[in-house]
């Protein structure tokens, strides 16, 4: 079941071709809190907002609304399986659906393990790598929770009281 899911979500021109199975596939993984989907949500943390990337606005990513994400979400639930996934999507640097998508992954660890164990997280693996330019990244990423940790701080979501996003699904 799980690979099935996988196949509506784990490449790009899924979500170009089925949105709402890409997302609905990624929501389901994390309801089954699926550790092995973790890469690929990854990859794909930001994608499944349909508005312009602009509706976003500045700062930390997904302001508030934490089902409007759903690989976002997914990771959430999938808890701490998903950390090294998201450290390495962070030092990988590639192009997501936003103009950001560093700032999904740093929101997902703070979402997991607070502000301070993200900074200690991302210092670790700062410390730990030895490319230059992935280096670069984890420290744009550390540079980010900084300069937003207030804003974090405020829309971390008491693990008892997540959204269930399909709540509202017709």
């Known amino acids: 079941m799980i690979g099935g899911l996988l196949e509506q979500m784990d490449e790009r021109a899924d979500w170009d ?3 709402a199975g890409a997302r609905y596939a990624a929501f389901l993984l994390g309801y089954m809190r699926a550790s092995e989907a973790a890469p690929v949500l990854a990859q794909f ?3 499944g907002h349909h508005a312009p990337v602009g509706y976003l606005g500045r700062g930390p990513a997904w302001r508030d609304n934490l089902s409007q994400m759903p690989a976002a979400w997914a990771l959430v639930q999938i808890g701490e399986p998903s950390i090294d996934h998201l450290i390495k999507r962070i030092a990988d640097g590639e192009v997501g ?7 999904y992954c740093v929101r997902v660890l703070v979402e997991l393990r607070g502000i301070e164990d993200t900074r200690e997280m991302l210092s670790d693996a700062i410390a730990a790598e030895i490319d230059a330019e992935r280096r670069e990244r ?3 990423a550390l540079n980010n929770l900084l300069r937003y940790s207030a804003d974090y701080a405020r829309m971390r979501v008491d693990p008892g009281r997540r959204t269930e996003p399909l709540r509202r699904v017709p």
């Open 138 to 140: 984890l420290r744009r």
């Open 97 to 103: 659906a936003t103009s950001d998508p560093v700032s």
């Open 45 to 47: 943390v930001d994608f």
């Open 17 to 19: 071709r089925d949105w």
